[in-house]
């Protein structure tokens, strides 16, 4: 069976949830092979193997010095020589760029923001606000696809793990542009964003800096937070939160909007959302279009109710 290449998502050596789906994916087209930039892939190692890894191939830490670049290079180089099916890839705004350079260097193509794949390589994507569903295939050498977290369900399933260790020749262009600084994102216990199963977000109908009513919702539910570019724009949440067509793309199990109206720019960014909450008080906002599950009300009496009905529990 061929190899699909998964690279690993981890913060500080904390494989992150997409990487058990790009892995469960990875399993319905062949052999999965994670690949680990960076230090701490001994203790990770049989982390990924529960999820059907039979191969950890691991790059020196060295490679996270730099840009993009040189996991393109590391990524190119092990589908080359393996001859593997696809590689995989959470759609992050880094890995899609990663993605497309390692596509150029195969030769092959990149299809990012996927939310689903199937054993044949076809991928599907999520379009126009949700009005569209569209499918895709690579017709020339080994597809990168990168998925959107949350599309796939992760599933246990025991690979061997083996660790190979690799290294990869860097050329000029690949480290000219190199890290200077990471500086980690204060957000408490909260999940992150992107990969957290429920999100709260809140909108213009928030009405002031004041989003504790969105916070303590979410905290009720055990969600990350998120928040509609005019929230972002009038200076209310921070702009790492914004969800949509120049924020962040997200799929959680379950999406509650609170005073959001639902412009195309912001379904953009939740659309492929399991369940959709909207709390809007005006009925004729386009969120309820998309909403399974519509409140028509002031976000500041029914938020607070919710929280209490599920703290109760
Ligand atoms: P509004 O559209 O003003 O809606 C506020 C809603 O709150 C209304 O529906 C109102 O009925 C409701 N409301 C008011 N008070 C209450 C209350 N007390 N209780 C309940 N409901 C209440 N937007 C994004 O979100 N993300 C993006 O990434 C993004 N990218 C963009 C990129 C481009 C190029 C452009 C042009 C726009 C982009 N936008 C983006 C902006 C987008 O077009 C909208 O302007 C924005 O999403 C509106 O945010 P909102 O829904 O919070 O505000």
Same mark, same amino acid.
């Given at each position: 069976m061929a190899e699909v290449l998964v690279l690993v998502d981890h913060v500080d050596g904390e494989v992150k949830k997409v990487t058990n789906e790009l892995l469960t994916a990875a399993r319905r087209v062949g052999e999965p092979a994670a690949v680990w930039v960076g230090a701490g892939a001994d203790a990770a190692a049989p982390k990924l193997a529960e999820f059907g890894a039979e191969k950890v191939y691991t790059a020196s830490s060295e490679l996270n010095d730099y840009v993009v670049a040189p996991k393109a290079e590391l990524l190119a180089k092990l589908a080359g020589e393996n001859s593997a099916a696809a590689v995989l890839v959470s759609a992050t705004p880094e890995n899609k760029e990663v993605a497309a350079r390692t596509a150029v260097k195969l030769g092959s193509g990149a299809l990012t923001d996927v939310v689903d794949v199937t054993p044949e390589l076809v991928t599907e994507h999520s379009i126009f606000g949700g009005a569209t569903v569209t499918h895709a295939k690579v017709r020339t050498g080994a597809p990168v696809v990168a998925l959107r977290p949350n599309s796939v369900t992760a599933e246990a399933s025991q690979g061997a793990g083996a660790q190979e260790e690799v290294s990869v020749d860097l050329p000029e262009s690949a480290t &000219?542009?190199? #890290?200077v600084e990471r500086v980690k994102q204060e957000r408490g216990a909260r999940p992150e964003l992107t990969e957290a199963a429920i999100v709260v977000s809140g909108g213009r +109908? #928030? +009405? &002031? /800096?004041?989003?504790s009513v969105v916070e303590s919702l979410a905290d009720s539910l055990g969600a990350a937070v998120g928040a509609s570019r005019a929230a972002v724009d009038s200076g209310w949440? !921070?702009? /790492?939160f914004q969800v949509g067509q120049t924020g962040k793309t997200i799929s959680p199990n379950l999406y509650i909007a609170l +005073?959001?109206? +639902?412009?195309i720019q912001h379904r953009a960014g939740m659309?492929? &959302?399991?369940n959709i909450v909207a709390v809007n008080?005006? !009925? /004729?906002? !386009?969120i309820h279009e998309i909403s399974d599950f519509s409140v028509v009300g002031d976000l500041h009496k029914v938020a607070p109710q919710l929280t209490d009905e599920v703290n109760k529990r």
């Open positions: &000219s542009a190199k #890290v +109908g #928030v +009405g &002031s /800096e004041d989003f949440y !921070p702009n /790492e +005073g959001i109206s +639902g412009a659309q492929t &959302s399991k008080k005006d !009925p /004729e906002a !386009p």
